[in-house]
């Protein structure tokens, strides 16, 4: 992917078709940079793991091979001059798009299954363990959202969905003015916002919580493990909060630039309770009385005494 990345770049530069008002190998060269970097972090998830174990290896070259096909898919319409997604024009058309279809739903599948794994395992101290474990639920719901594009645009069903189903944008058609390097639309809904935010809580929760481990030499108090792990679980409900922002903005029809005063408020009661959450999980606690303690049990275990996962 990281080669294929570099491949439509060039493509970029050399070829001046464009497919829907954006270059034709726009598409490969987002997709390209986007499995490299779910394949690296899902590599590096699974590397925690005290044992690869074949399930998690088997989950992994699915993955892989999902991914290849999508971009074979995505590349080779690419060269055609042809879009990719949602397109139904011709029977080689809708045959490639049904195909990438159940390519993403392998992958889907495979992810889940990794999750599973993930979740059966100690992948390091709680915050790590709790960073890695979120960050692959809120991806696969971000994956999940993606499958609100397949539904049929209004001027698609009154077309008889003759040459294309769903739709990236909500409320104006696909194709139209859009955001540098993203692409995503300037004058109404698009649910690519979303799916894009979900998937990469995939490495924003990890880079999160190495960004707090880095700040701990100058700040004591992230020096404490309760208090790391409640600040990933802040950062967890905030992602997921965004990403049910962002969704129904998006089905509402509205500019992720352009938002409402229902969307600014929502925004606002995020960012505030994000706030109160944080200056809670960064309060010191008072140590508990020692009469408040459990009594030692003579049957206690180190390895009982260490902290659990849970």
Same mark, same amino acid.
């Given at each position: 992917?990281?080669?294929?990345?570099?491949?439509?770049?060039?493509?970029?530069?050399?070829?001046?078709?464009?497919?829907?008002?954006?270059?034709?190998?726009?598409?490969?060269?987002?997709?390209?940079?986007?499995?490299?970097?779910?394949?690296?972090?899902?590599?590096?998830?699974?590397?925690?793991?005290?044992?690869?174990?074949?399930?998690?290896?088997?989950?992994?070259?699915?993955?892989?091979?999902?991914?290849?096909?999508?971009?074979?898919?995505?590349?080779?319409? %690419?060269?055609?001059?042809?879009?990719?997604?949602?397109?139904?024009?011709?029977?080689?058309?809708?045959?490639?798009?049904?195909?990438?279809?159940?390519?993403?739903?392998?992958?889907?599948?495979?992810?889940?299954?990794? %999750?599973?794994?993930?979740?059966?395992?100690?992948?390091?101290?709680?915050?790590?363990?709790?960073?890695?474990?979120?960050?692959?639920?809120?991806?696969?719901?971000?994956?999940?959202?993606?499958?609100?594009?397949?539904?049929?645009?209004?001027?698609?069903?009154?077309?008889?969905?003759?040459?294309?189903?769903?739709?990236?944008?909500?409320?104006?058609?696909?194709?139209?003015?859009?955001?540098?390097?993203?692409?995503?639309?300037?004058?109404?809904?698009?649910?690519?916002?979303?799916?894009?935010?979900?998937?990469?809580?995939?490495?924003?929760?990890?880079?999160?919580?190495?960004?707090?481990?880095?700040?701990?030499?100058?700040?004591?108090?992230?020096?404490?493990?309760?208090?790391?792990?409640?600040?990933?679980?802040?950062?967890?409900?905030?992602?997921?909060?965004?990403?049910?922002?962002?969704?129904?903005?998006?089905?509402?029809?509205?500019?992720?630039?352009?938002?409402?005063?229902?969307?600014?408020?929502?925004?606002? /009661?995020?960012?505030?309770?994000?706030?109160? /959450?944080?200056?809670?999980?960064?309060?010191?606690?008072?140590?508990?009385? %020692?009469?408040?303690?459990?009594?030692?049990?003579?049957?206690?275990?180190?390895?009982?005494?260490?902290?659990?996962?849970?």
């Amino acid at each position: 992917m990281a080669a294929l990345a570099v491949v439509a770049a060039a493509g970029l530069i050399v070829d001046d078709r464009v497919v829907l008002g954006a270059p034709v190998w726009f598409k490969p060269f987002k997709f390209a940079v986007s499995f490299a970097a779910y394949g690296l972090t899902l590599a590096w998830m699974l590397s925690r793991r005290p044992s690869p174990g074949r399930l998690g290896a088997g989950a992994a070259h699915v993955v892989v091979v999902s991914g290849l096909i999508e971009m074979a898919i995505i590349t080779g319409q %690419a060269i055609r001059g042809r879009r990719s997604h949602f397109n139904i024009e011709t029977p080689l058309d809708q045959g490639l798009f049904v195909a990438m279809g159940l390519t993403i739903v392998a992958l889907w599948t495979a992810t889940l299954v990794i %999750a599973v794994l993930l979740f059966r395992a100690r992948l390091g101290d709680r915050a790590t363990t709790w960073a890695i474990r979120l960050g692959v639920l809120i991806a696969l719901a971000g994956l999940l959202l993606g499958g609100l594009m397949l539904m049929p645009t209004p001027e698609q069903q009154a077309d008889g969905l003759r040459t294309a189903v769903g739709a990236h944008s909500v409320g104006v058609p696909d194709g139209g003015p859009a955001m540098p390097v993203t692409g995503w639309n300037t004058t109404g809904g698009d649910l690519r916002i979303p799916h894009f935010v979900g998937m990469h809580a995939l490495q924003a929760l990890p880079l999160f919580l190495y960004g707090i481990e880095a700040l701990a030499g100058r700040f004591a108090r992230l020096r404490d493990a309760r208090v790391r792990l409640r600040l990933v679980l802040v950062a967890a409900g905030f992602l997921t909060g965004l990403l049910a922002l962002v969704t129904w903005q998006a089905l509402r029809g509205q500019a992720l630039i352009h938002p409402d005063t229902a969307t600014l408020t929502a925004l606002a /009661a995020l960012a505030a309770a994000t706030g109160l /959450a944080t200056y809670a999980a960064l309060r010191r606690h008072p140590a508990r009385p %020692a009469h408040d303690l459990p009594a030692p049990s003579s049957t206690t275990t180190p390895a009982l005494t260490t902290e659990s996962p849970a």
